[in-house]
């Protein structure tokens, strides 16, 4: 069966670099290339997957959240961060919340082939640093996709009327998804929800641990 990898970056340069790299690794497998989180779940849909190499910064998708539905709804796919960040706290999120690899845009073609090749070999491979478990991320892994749909809109700001609007549904079950969330968070209200679901970003930093 032809081996498929998946590559989900904006920057057709990028992709090109990448394909290199999985070429590298890879030799005998297709690839397929998408400009964004949307595209990227087509083309795991149309058929099994080798490993998914995916930007975290697309016109769809800015952050870890896409990291977490596409493991929600591919939990035995390998999934390789390629992102811009350099944090220390962004690779030891997305180990936690259970990427593959993270490969920092400044690598080396041969960091990115070693990186790679961790990854076909079933290991992991990230960039040193210091590294544990968040247990606000665990929390935020514990959503739904509703739920984090929900929390979405209120990081935008948008009342329970407009949440209701915009998704299709009730008031009665935007309340009650918010108040499973402030539940499965620890957290009293919609301020501090929004502090815990900025961990998930990755442009800029967030403030420590919220407590209920």
């Known amino acids: 069966m032809t081996q498929r990898i998946i590559i989900a970056d904006d920057h057709p340069l990028f992709r090109t670099a990448l394909s290199h790299a999985v ?17 990227a779940r087509v083309a ?21 959240s896409v990291l977490m539905d596409l493991r929600q709804d591919f939990p035995s796919l390998p999934i390789a961060i390629v992102s811009a960040s350099e944090e220390p706290r962004v ?26 090749a961790a990854v076909q070999e079933g290991d992991t491979w990230f960039p040193a640093s210091e590294t544990s478990d968040d247990e606000d991320l665990s929390r935020m892994a514990s959503l739904t996709p509703a739920q984090r749909r929900i929390l979405a809109a209120i990081r935008q ?34 301020t501090q929800a929004v502090l815990v679901a900025a961990k998930l970003d990755v442009d800029q930093p967030v403030a420590d641990s919220v407590s209920g």
Do not use: C
């Not at 070429?23 to 595209?39: C, H, L, N, Y």
């Not at 080798?50 to 930007?55: F, Q, R, T, V």
């Open 23 to 39: 070429g590298r690794v890879w030799p005998e497998a297709e690839i397929a290339e998408a400009r964004s989180a949307a595209e």
């Open 157 to 190: 700001g948008l009342l329970n009327k407009q949440i209701a609007y915009d998704l299709d549904i009730s008031e009665a079950t935007v309340k009650a998804h918010i108040t499973a969330i402030f539940r499965k968070l620890g957290v009293n209200n919609r």
């Open 91 to 116: 690779f030891a999120a997305a180990s936690q919340l259970g990427a593959a690899a993270f490969i920092p845009k400044s690598s080396s073609l041969d960091e990115m082939r070693a990186a790679l």
């Open 44 to 64: 795991l849909e149309q058929g099994d997957a080798e490993a998914l190499l995916l930007d975290l910064h697309m016109e769809d998708s800015n952050g870890l």
